[in-house]
């Protein structure tokens, strides 16, 4: 499906025309890169979240293994692979085992149309952030599986909170991708990354979330606070619960497979920070330097644009990992009011307001 | 407190939603910057306190094998095999201490005569060979 998709759509990939590369040539190279960097980054980030939990507990963190550490993730990744893999007696079989590819298959799949540099996009369709949200949906599908199949309260509670959650957070989200697409009058992700290069103040000016005062910002924090959810991040960590549900739809997985959704979930966090700085933190663009810079350069301006991009997304992501040693987890029907009374009105007024503000600049 | 309207009470909220988490990560962001206070074991230890009471220390050619110490214990966990010798001072051959059940309270080294029984500074009971695992002596 990826490959048909890639072969489809790409346009110009970040290989085309290196060494007589055809688009569907570079399609495929193209994913096992961004596959190689979507399982590798969210690696370091259990690393993060491990070190920003001790600093914040005022303890230093995993700091034994290579320097500061840093390797831990890598020895963890060994540990789980060569333990038993444990299928419970009662679980259904086969779907227990499909469940934990699905989750990682969506949110990998999804990197696919997350651009990373100027033609570091791998499958460059129209329709970019609504694809990245389909497949971003395809992991609740493969909770609710995961919670059926284990054959345990807390596995099945889990997945139905997990299910009610993402699909009640799709919606602020959706209508702030419509609100986007109002914005730069594209649904390409790379496209909204052009529309930001050289705004006022520096270039900063052109960034949707210093544009259309308040509503930028204010669609920003939304975004960010449905991402949180959406990642299943704290406050929003109801699914996972440990305190209650033992570890909610992944309770009676073990080994690679627990890896799998632990590694989704990481690669999940870095995908939908990725995309809310593509959409109001100006993708590469960073001030003073102008958006023909990146472009100009060749292999250099990507590899620089690449840099800058994992490095404002890694901003969101300590956002997200310090948000979590501050605030307790919420109820379950504050979760859902959230959503439903305060996020969906606000991304609904900041849909209005940028129609407003692109007919009257217009 | 004044009634207020459920639009005032929504947005009011809002911001207490939203301000009251950036006070919470002020706090935390504090700590983060913070210097950690735990130790780093094998590397680091603990400074020890002057009256410490860790794991005796037997000054042994003072020992007369009077037991006086063996009675003190509340929990039995000394057990001394001595020799008599008529005229002269008890020869102890096994002085053992069962550290299964000692529980540090220092109530044997008060009454000894010959002050040769003290409470240690060493606190771990690990070794770090198979061999030397044995704590009776």
């Known amino acids: 499906m990826t490959l048909a998709l890639a072969a489809q759509g790409a346009r110009g990939g970040l290989f085309e025309g290196l060494w007589g590369m055809g688009p569907l040539v570079s399609a495929i190279l193209g994913f096992f890169v961004v596959l190689g960097v979507a399982s590798v980054l969210p690696m370091f980030w259990t690393w993060a979240e491990r070190r920003v939990a001790g600093r914040i507990q005022q303890r230093p963190g995993p700091n034994r293994v290579g320097p500061f550490g840093l390797i831990q993730a890598l020895a963890d990744g060994v540990k789980l692979m060569v333990k038993e893999d444990i299928v419970p007696a009662d679980s259904s079989r086969f779907l227990f085992m499909l469940a934990p590819a699905i989750v990682l298959g969506g949110t990998l799949v999804a990197f696919g149309m997350l651009p990373l540099s100027p033609s570091g996009i791998i499958v460059d369709t129209h329709l970019g952030i609504y694809l990245i949200g389909a497949f971003l949906a395809l992991e609740a599908i493969g909770v609710i599986m995961a919670g059926w199949a284990s054959n345990n309260k807390w596995s099945i509670l889990g997945g139905m909170r997990e299910a009610a959650q993402l699909v009640s957070y799709e919606v602020p989200i959706g209508i702030l991708f419509l609100m986007a697409g109002v914005v730069y009058g594209s649904l390409n992700l790379a496209d909204m990354v052009h529309g930001q290069e050289d705004g006022a103040f520096f270039g900063l000016g052109g960034w949707l979330v210093f544009r259309m005062v308040p509503f930028g910002p204010i669609a920003f924090l939304v975004f960010y606070t449905a991402i949180l959810a959406e990642s299943k991040r704290a406050p929003f960590d109801l699914p996972e619960a440990e305190s209650e549900l033992v570890s909610g739809f992944h309770t009676e997985y073990s080994g690679i497979r627990f890896s799998f959704f632990f590694l989704s979930e990481y690669a999940a966090m870095f995908l939908l920070s990725g995309i809310a700085v593509c959409i109001f933190l100006g993708g590469w663009n960073l001030p003073l330097v102008p958006g023909s810079f990146w472009r100009d350069h060749g292999i250099v301006g990507e590899l620089l644009a690449a840099a800058s991009m994992i490095l404002k997304s890694f901003v969101l992501v300590f956002v997200m990992l310090w948000l979590r040693w501050t605030l307790p987890r919420i109820r379950i029907d504050q979760v859902m009011s959230v959503c439903y009374k305060y996020l969906t009105p606000l991304a609904f007024a900041c849909l209005l307001a940028a129609a407003f503000f692109v007919e009257t600049e217009a | ?137």
């Open chain 2, 1 to 137: 407190m004044r009634a207020r309207s459920p639009v005032t009470r929504y947005f009011r909220n809002l911001w207490s939603g939203f301000f009251t988490t950036l006070v919470g990560m002020r706090i935390t962001i504090q700590y983060f910057f913070t210097k950690t206070v735990t130790f780093q074991y094998p590397e680091q230890r603990m400074p020890i306190a002057p009256r410490y009471r860790g794991i005796h220390y037997l000054e042994q050619d003072l020992c007369i094998a009077c037991r006086v110490c063996e009675r003190a214990c509340p929990i039995d966990c000394i057990e001394i095999r001595f020799e008599r010798h008529p005229g002269s001072v008890n020869e102890w051959f096994e002085f053992s201490l069962d550290y299964n059940k000692c529980m540090f309270c220092e109530l044997c080294c008060h009454p000894c005569p010959t002050t040769c029984i003290h409470m240690g500074r060493r606190c771990a009971l690990v070794k770090t060979t198979v061999v030397s695992s044995s704590t009776t002596s």
